[in-house]
């Protein structure tokens, strides 16, 4: 999302697509007139599912001038070909068949990576529907993004938690619920296996641990959603966690809890 959910709602940013989404919107943020992705592209989207999300705070600020930007005289040829090439992405995402276009063309790029995906748990219609519902949303999000650049004093990263938490709604609806809760726990027992392989040897966690582990931080994922402070869900998985882990293994918990919580 510069919008990363943490994209994708923070859903996103979460499930291996939602990641990849987040990834996606961030370097559209970073770059704003990049191009639409290309055939090498579409081999790459599904790299990674966990890997963190490029830091939002490298994104350059927007032009805070008064004046619109749009009829503004340009100050450098640099600015006026980034602004010529912001409206003809505006144009066309505003054009009907042009935003079909890469509507399809994110869809198949990622269509082509989804058998990388480790989405077993997942049936074939549901990640039609998930491929379906990201395509548009990355879209979507292009046009967002393009149109606060052309808007001095616009932030991208405004907003960001809140339009995380609406990106995970929306993708319940789009999906499913219980399609977004296996993803959900899919994704954190992966990245309960990371904390595992940090533990040492004498202190790993048993296989039903993982598996009650996950459960305990995706469900305070999703209850996240719907608060608008994250402190209680930090509480209440640090809590539960206590209740599965040694000490020695809480310590080590501690300083990932909020990487594991997290939906980027």
């Avoid at 639409?36 to 963190?52: M, S």
């Avoid at 899919?186 to 790993?204: G, M, Q, S, T, V």
């Avoid at 809480?250 to 990932?256: A, K, L, N, V, Y």
């Amino acid at each position: 999302m510069a919008f990363a959910l943490s994209t994708l709602v923070l859903a996103g940013t979460t499930f291996y697509l939602a990641n990849e989404l987040s990834r996606i919107r961030t370097r559209s943020a970073q770059n704003p007139v990049a191009a639409r992705p290309t055939a090498d592209e579409a081999t790459t989207i599904a790299q990674a599912p966990a890997a963190a999300v490029a830091d939002a705070s490298v994104i350059a600020q927007p032009d805070t001038s008064t004046q619109d930007v749009r009829t503004q005289p340009a100050t450098s040829q640099a600015e006026a070909a980034r602004t010529t090439r912001l409206r003809t992405r505006l144009d066309e995402l505003n054009d009907p068949v042009a935003r079909a276009r890469q509507v399809a063309e994110f869809r198949a790029a990622m269509a082509a990576s989804s058998k990388e995906l480790q989405l077993a748990h997942l049936q074939p219609h549901e990640v039609e529907r998930l491929l379906d519902h990201m395509a548009e949303s990355m879209v979507r999000d292009r046009q967002r993004v393009a149109e606060c650049n052309l808007t001095p004093g616009c932030d991208p990263r405004a907003g960001r938690e809140q339009r995380t938490r609406d990106e995970v709604r929306e993708m319940e609806q789009a999906v499913g619920v219980d399609v977004v809760a296996r993803m959900n726990h899919h994704d954190a027992k992966l990245r309960i296996r990371e904390f595992n392989d940090a533990l040492p040897a004498p202190a790993k966690l048993p296989e039903a641990t993982v598996d009650a582990l996950a459960t305990a931080l995706a469900e305070e994922r999703r209850r996240s959603i719907d608060e608008d402070d994250p402190a209680p869900s930090r509480r209440r998985a640090q809590d539960r966690a206590a209740a599965l882990l040694t000490p020695e293994q809480m310590e080590i918990f501690r300083t990932r809890q909020a990487r594991l919580l997290a939906w980027d």
